[in-house]
């Protein structure tokens, strides 16, 4: 069911996915929801700005959707 959702993140970038590994490695499963979110966001901003965002809210361990929507 989870690897579904990160085939899909993975196409973003990898920066992308090691973020959502990790964020539901921390959150468990009430992270399958903030995948859903991430993906909705990939449709509507750029690549790049989704992995710059991934790749600061990682270093932070911020596994928060609202993070990524900040940043």
Do not use: F
Request: with cysteine.
């Amino acid at each position: 069911m989870i690897a579904d959702p990160y085939r899909k993140l993975a196409a973003i970038g990898p920066k992308t996915r090691q973020w959502a590994e990790a964020m539901i490695q921390a959150r468990g499963v009430e992270g399958v929801r903030v995948l859903v979110g991430l993906k909705a966001l990939a449709g509507k901003h750029a690549t790049e700005t989704l992995e710059n965002a991934c790749e600061t809210a990682l270093s932070h361990a911020a596994y928060r959707l609202r993070t990524i929507r900040q940043l």
